[in-house]
């Protein structure tokens, strides 16, 4: 008879950490969103300010502002994956809307005829910086079967510690087995009781295990579906220096909440095997916080020329990861349906430390007929961190995001002209790859237009932006060493609307 464990689970189920680059860069990425005039011309406003999401490249723009107003924007987002996996191409195009930016800003200009300090200006902003609404699903004939996955986690432990106790339910040995002896056992676990693999002796002190599949090649069907958010709350203080100078520095309070269901199917064994189909799927939830701080400068060097520089400093994020299985097959314990996605496996809470990133900006302003703008960052995914300096627990992971990781170059260019109360925007970004290979995850490219109309006490903005990259996903950590190859195309649509008062 099954036993209801959720809450037993939530309080007692803490299995070792399984985190890896692929969690790093997942917070440590910012895609362009913010408002339409800020994504029209490719996000590069670090030397213009006056804009509520150009507070994030930097703070000291809000000060650009002369008078107080609010923006709040929404974006329709069109995602077109390619996905080519095991000599087969297919395809996944999921859409959605999203209020991704909603913010104002106060201006106090000064009294004083006698002090430097023109005015101050203080904002509060909320930006989704990246939205994982994204779905993938990759179908094809492979030699690596997820008997794989499950004989690189059994190897080397002892039988006798992944068998049931006498009178002891199925349900109840998973749990307890990742609360106690960690998450290798406990997939190896799964992968003894859903048939895919056996000791070579049955003995309590065997730790050799081989697989039950008998195929040359298999068809595998894996879909990915993932929804959440990483947004940013930001409180804004800025200050401009008589007509020369800009400062400014934000606090922002990162949230992140993440779901990742994976379900794969596994077939075409060979005719003789006693398994012919099997499916393993997994459901992750996490739900994290974190802070950082920004800081920077916009120098007014003649009527035309403006530069800027920025940090941002690292973002210390605590995250906390849910995990829920399922598994069966033609040879899975009789049992084997009692493990599904009503037990959560909760790990322990555990800390990311993205890198610091620095920004250059220069802008040429023609008057009021339009302005040129550039921006270069330069970000050090290499220094990305789990745990913290002298925490042996991730040692190893943080040794090969060292190796993984490198440099990362980004450089964004906009423009605007103004016909009267009509604005014409374009942008283009690029942004290099966070892998030293350059291969797992590629180059992204975007451009971007837009259009504005000012109405004298509110203004619309409308943008359209375009952005690819070629990813390699891998369907498991271990055991299927060969990615599915995704050309991903994310079009956004965005409009706001800005009230000034």
Avoid at 141 to 153: A, K, M, V
Wanted: net charge negative; with cysteine.
């Amino acid at each position: 008879m099954k036993k209801n464990l959720t809450f037993i689970t939530l309080l007692v189920c803490v299995v070792l950490t399984a985190q890896n680059s692929t969690d790093v860069l997942r917070y440590s990425t910012e895609n362009l969103q913010g408002t339409a005039r800020f994504q029209g011309m490719g996000g590069a406003f670090g030397a213009l300010g006056g804009d509520l999401s150009a507070m994030n490249v930097n703070p000291a723009g809000t000060s650009v502002f002369s008078t107080n107003q609010g923006t709040v924007s929404g974006s329709y987002f069109d995602r077109s994956n390619t996905i080519d996996y095991g000599g087969a191409s297919t395809g996944a195009f999921p859409r959605y809307v999203d209020i991704n930016q909603a913010g104002g800003v106060l201006v106090f200009k000064s009294t004083s005829k006698e002090s430097p300090w023109n005015k101050i200006a203080v904002a509060l902003n909320y930006d989704v910086t990246e939205n994982f609404d994204n779905e993938i699903f990759a179908s094809g004939n492979t030699s690596e079967g997820i008997d794989n996955y499950f004989l690189n986690f059994a190897q080397g432990v002892p039988f006798g510690d992944i068998q049931l106790r006498d009178g002891e339910f199925i349900e109840d040995a998973y749990l307890d087995i990742g609360a106690n002896q960690g998450f290798a056992d406990q997939q190896a676990f799964l992968g003894y009781f859903g048939g895919l693999i056996d000791p070579t002796v049955m003995e309590d002190g065997n730790t050799s295990y081989i697989s039950n599949a008998d195929y040359t090649a298999v068809n595998q069907q894996f879909s990915r579906i993932t929804s959440g958010y990483n947004s940013k709350f930001t409180l804004n203080l800025a200050s401009q220096y008589k007509e020369v100078l800009h400062i400014g520095a934000s606090l922002n309070f990162h949230s992140i909440l993440y779901t990742r269901l994976d379900q794969f199917t596994e077939s075409n064994y060979n005719v003789d095997s006693e398994i012919q189909r099997t499916t393993f799927d997994n459901r992750l939830f996490s739900e994290g916080s974190g802070f950082s701080l920004n800081l920077g400068a916009i120098a007014k060097i003649s009527d035309v020329i403006r530069v800027g520089l920025s940090y941002q400093s690292p973002t210390w994020y605590r995250i906390q990861d849910n995990l829920q299985q399922s598994i069966s097959s033609d040879l899975a314990d009789v049992d084997i349906n009692f493990i599904n996605f009503d037990l959560v496996n909760r790990f322990p809470t555990y800390s990311i430390k993205t890198p610091a990133k620095l920004t250059g900006s220069l802008a040429l302003i023609f008057g009021k007929n339009g302005l040129l703008s550039m921006d270069y960052g330069y970000q050090d995914m290499s220094q990305a961190q789990l745990g913290s300096s002298n925490d042996l627990e991730f040692a190893d992971t943080n040794t090969v995001i060292a190796g993984e990781l490198g440099g990362v170059t980004s450089l964004r260019v906009g423009g605007e002209y103004r016909i009267k109360r009509i604005s014409l925007r374009a942008g283009y970004r690029f942004e290099g790859s966070p892998y030293e290979n350059g291969n797992t995850i590629g180059n992204l490219e975007g451009i971007s237009g837009g259009l504005g109309y000012d109405f004298g006490a509110s203004r619309l903005d409308f943008a359209l932006n375009r952005t690819e990259r070629d990813t390699s996903e891998f369907l498991f950590d271990t055991g299927i060493d060969t990615p599915a190859l995704v050309n991903a195309i994310n079009t956004n649509a965005t409009l706001s609307y800005t009230v000034k008062f």
